[in-house]
């Protein structure tokens, strides 16, 4: 089942430590997630850390193949560190999930 890309972010937070993150998070995280997808090369990282709050979220593309890019997103809150991996595919313009694991 494909999740568009806004719910790629929602999933990646939601599967790990979601509640502590607000709505404005939430759409850092989406945009930096997007982009890294986007514009990264292969084991290129981006983060963004908030400027008020001890949050940190990393997303970087492993692999590529056509349209589709394996990635790993990890996000830190305090000391408390997860992290997760899948396979997004860009659709329509849009990038959507294709797997977790």
Known sequence: ???SAAAVAGL???HSIGDTFDKI???HATMLIEQSL???QNFQSS???HPQKNIAVNAMPLTSEG???EFVTS???NKELKQMRGTACKIN???QLREIY
């Open 1 to 3: 089942l494909l999740i």
């Open 12 to 14: 990646v937070i939601g």
């Open 25 to 27: 998070d939430r759409i």
């Open 38 to 40: 986007d514009n990264n």
């Open 47 to 49: 983060t963004w850390k």
């Open 67 to 69: 349209e589709c890019r």
């Open 75 to 77: 996000i830190q809150i």
């Open 93 to 95: 313009n849009e990038w």
